[in-house]
């Protein structure tokens, strides 16, 4: 009698190759839809995050967000009409505790090492600056793949309620997550953020959005 152990035949091994590559064509996709759906989550972990940090150094500024406090007591009102994003998460340093919140996972940008060397290169979201407690389904900050009617002009791209607003392929695929002034955050379809902006206010007015271009 013959004992020696019998090995896979070529045929055999082929076959477990093909079952292999045919449930890894199952997987990955679901593996990569996961990672997605992960990313969005802690992006919207983030932006809770930064919310709470504004309202928090609101609390300690006379109910003021930085956008509306001169420098000479801390804030960043002289920084609204040009390419300054990061300078209003600047000034919330200690609030924020680290630069590195302020990359989506799903951005290709690189934090910064400390606030001292933050730029608008290590910052993946924009700031809303009009954003105030008696608006509070304003945008206060949010993914800065955002799009308006018009290209930004130095850094601020200019919305209307009802006007065109949409987001670009860019790291959610033409989805994003914004921050309300209420301290909400929403995930949105660009359809979603049409309404948003709609119902947000008044559609006489104009609202600043600054992009850390």
Known sequence: MNSKPRGFTFVEMLAIVAVLAILAAL????LAMSKKKSSKLSCVTILKQCGLAFRMWEGDNNDKMPMDVPMANGGTKEFV????????????SNELSTPRILVCPNDDRISAVN???????????????????????????????LTGASEPQNGILKLVPGGPIGWTSAIHNNQGNVGLADGSVQQYSSSALREALRNSGDPTNTWRIALPE
């Open 27 to 30: 997987l990955l996709p679901a």
């Open 81 to 92: 009409t040009g390419a300054d994003t990061f300078r209003h998460f600047q000034v919330m």
């Open 115 to 145: 606030f001292v060397q933050l730029k608008n290169t290590n910052v993946s979201y924009f700031v809303g600056l009009e954003a105030n407690d008696a608006s509070p389904q304003r945008f206060l900050d949010g993914d800065r793949n």
